[in-house]
């Protein structure tokens, strides 16, 4: 990387730290506007959730925010920390949550649970849920020759809808 390219994405950076606590210090707040991509979405609000400006640093330094402003533009349900924070830990451990996950049980299921701030309760009625979905999903075609990115985004998907009754 030359020095003008340095010198640009330093001064980018500082510019958007500067401004964006300004300018989407109240959207939040206002219904209808959606997350702030700066903050609330991307790599930087999963790294650094409660350091605002260390988020929008991260954001703009690693790919100058296009991921945290696509997630806040196409799908700002995923922005939460908590998505964030679920979908890295599905991510990081989906071989052994699906060995889990056919059992019915298991210490990263339970891990995953808690991050979704599921009860004891809800538990079994969440796990058989996923189990039902994945057990759809490995059974179909072509689940062999996925990725296990495109396994766990399969994966995060199905817990997902399956945490929904997590959150009442």
């Not at 206002?30 to 609000?45: E, H, K, L, Q, R």
């Not at 949550?97 to 210490?107: F, I, V």
Request: aromatic share 6%.
């Amino acid at each position: 990387m030359n020095s003008k390219k340095i010198v640009s994405a330093v001064a980018l950076t500082c510019a958007v730290v500067i401004t964006t606590p300004t300018v989407f210090a109240d959207n939040a707040k206002v219904p209808g506007t959606g997350p702030n991509p700066f903050t609330d979405c991307g790599i930087g609000a999963a790294l650094f959730k409660d350091t605002h400006w260390a988020a929008v640093t991260s954001n703009v330094t690693w790919d100058l925010g296009t991921t945290a402003v696509t997630s806040a533009t196409l799908s700002p349900e995923t922005c939460s920390a908590q998505n964030m924070q679920a979908a890295q830990f599905i991510l990081e451990s989906y071989k052994g949550l699906a060995e889990e996950t056919a059992k019915g049980k298991g210490e990263s299921l339970t891990a995953m649970l808690d991050i979704y701030g599921c009860k004891q309760s809800q538990a079994g009625n969440v796990i058989n849920a996923v189990r039902a979905d994945m057990a759809e999903q490995v059974g179909s075609e072509g689940y062999i020759s996925q990725s296990n990115v495109e396994k766990a985004s399969a994966y995060y998907n199905s817990v997902s809808a399956a945490t929904k009754v997590c959150a009442a």
